[in-house]
């Protein structure tokens, strides 16, 4: 007998959860979890909390999911989701028997999740077929945008990885490679972006309370260096040369900034960019700031640039006293 005989005997699990080879056409590529990240105890705890998810939210409909990929394939699961999160009310039969309408009505249903999540189709890490084929990856991944998009208070857990097996078909036949895939975000990556993402809301979406949280900062601000004889009335201007936040992240750290290391008075761009720089620096350096920020966007007054740096100080110091 030939040996993957015995092989897919000893692992039918592997067996089950691969893809088809034979329909992976010329050009593509198919991504999946490697068999033997199924045992992942992170991952087991993943599927546990969206099957629970899902079980409490359709609760009075009287659905039971007991595998996300074999019972959510069909799209029958995934409409009644979307109709009690959302209120979606989509035009698609309530039961579909056929292939060929499951598979059109899991059209619709993966296009309203596009339109409502605001995705573009690059930004998609699952289609139709990949759904339809039952591969837990991009259920994993559909379920878990769904959820952060209505539910973003469920605990998703953060940091689990998975190993997966690309397989693509090229003009010599399949090609194969194994990878470390991350599914949830990495916490501290996570939490620098919702910092960033709540100044993202204020200048969009609530510019009417931009004036309240600059008085908060600079209450804040002049509370430290006041005691140095400084004071701070224009949110605009005064941070751009870097010297106020110099001075005010030494105030709160408790500790003096020799003042050959940075120019007290600047008198160009160039100096003003080396004050943001350090300043910069330093806050990275004490572990204040967890996203990324470009020191010219200061020096140019970038205001909401401006008040996330303020903003991760207050975070740490605001219940310090002068």
């Given at each position: 007998?030939?040996?993957?005989?015995?092989?897919?005997?000893?692992?039918?699990?592997?067996?089950?959860?691969?893809?088809?080879?034979?329909?992976?056409?010329?050009?593509?590529?198919?991504?999946?979890?490697?068999?033997?990240?199924?045992?992942?105890?992170?991952?087991?705890?993943?599927?546990?909390?969206?099957?629970?998810?899902?079980?409490?939210?359709?609760?009075?409909?009287?659905?039971?999911?007991?595998?996300?990929?074999?019972?959510?394939?069909?799209?029958?699961?995934?409409?009644?989701?979307?109709?009690?999160?959302?209120?979606?009310?989509?035009?698609?039969?309530?039961?579909?028997?056929?292939?060929?309408?499951?598979?059109?009505?899991?059209?619709?249903?993966?296009?309203?999740?596009?339109?409502?999540?605001?995705?573009?189709?690059?930004?998609?890490?699952?289609?139709?077929?990949?759904?339809?084929?039952?591969?837990?990856?991009?259920?994993?991944?559909?379920?878990?945008?769904?959820?952060?998009?209505?539910?973003?208070?469920?605990?998703?857990p953060s940091n689990i990885s998975v190993e997966v097996i690309i397989i693509e078909r090229t003009l010599t036949g399949l090609r194969t490679e194994n990878a470390v895939e991350?599914?949830?975000?990495?916490?501290?990556?996570?939490?620098?972006?919702?910092?960033?993402?709540?100044?993202?809301?204020?200048?969009?979406?609530?510019?009417?309370?931009?004036?309240?949280?600059?008085?908060?900062?600079?209450?804040?601000?002049?509370?430290?260096?006041?005691?140095?004889?400084?004071?701070?009335?224009?949110?605009?201007?005064?941070?751009?040369?870097?010297?106020?936040?110099?001075?005010?992240?030494?105030?709160?750290?408790?500790?003096?900034?020799?003042?050959?290391?940075?120019?007290?008075?600047?008198?160009?761009?160039?100096?003003?960019?080396?004050n943001v720089n350090l300043a910069v620096a330093l806050l990275t350096d004490g572990g204040l700031l967890d996203f990324p920020v470009n020191a010219e966007d200061i020096v140019n007054r970038?205001?909401?640039?401006?008040?996330?740096?303020?903003?991760?100080?207050?975070?740490?110091?605001?219940?310090?006293?002068?």
């Amino acid at each position: 007998m030939e040996p993957d005989f015995f092989t897919a005997f000893a692992q039918p699990s592997a067996l089950h959860h691969s893809p088809l080879k034979n329909d992976v056409v010329q050009g593509e590529k198919r991504k999946f979890i490697n068999p033997t990240s199924y045992n992942n105890p992170k991952l087991e705890e993943l599927q546990m909390l969206l099957i629970d998810w899902i079980n409490t939210t359709l609760k009075q409909e009287h659905i039971v999911v007991k595998s996300l990929e074999e019972d959510l394939f069909d799209g029958l699961i995934l409409h009644h989701l979307l109709e009690k999160l959302g209120s979606l009310r989509l035009d698609v039969e309530k039961i579909a028997l056929t292939e060929k309408k499951q598979k059109r009505k899991l059209a619709v249903i993966l296009e309203a999740v596009a339109q409502c999540l605001q995705l573009e189709e690059s930004q998609l890490k699952w289609n139709i077929d990949s759904i339809f084929q039952k591969d837990l990856l991009s259920t994993l991944y559909l379920l878990i945008a769904i959820a952060k998009h209505f539910q973003p208070d469920l605990p998703i857990p953060s940091n689990i990885s998975v190993e997966v097996i690309i397989i693509e078909r090229t003009l010599t036949g399949l090609r194969t490679e194994n990878a470390v895939e991350c599914i949830t975000e990495n916490r501290e990556t996570l939490e620098g972006q919702s910092k960033a993402d709540a100044f993202d809301e204020l200048f969009t979406h609530a510019p009417d309370k931009l004036d309240d949280v600059k008085k908060v900062l600079l209450q804040f601000v002049n509370k430290h260096v006041g005691k140095l004889g400084l004071n701070v009335n224009d949110a605009d201007s005064q941070f751009a040369d870097g010297v106020i936040l110099l001075l005010l992240i030494g105030q709160l750290g408790g500790y003096f900034l020799n003042l050959r290391e940075f120019f007290l008075n600047p008198n160009c761009a160039t100096e003003m960019l080396h004050n943001v720089n350090l300043a910069v620096a330093l806050l990275t350096d004490g572990g204040l700031l967890d996203f990324p920020v470009n020191a010219e966007d200061i020096v140019n007054r970038d205001m909401k640039t401006t008040l996330q740096v303020l903003y991760c100080l207050y975070s740490k110091y605001k219940t310090k006293e002068t």
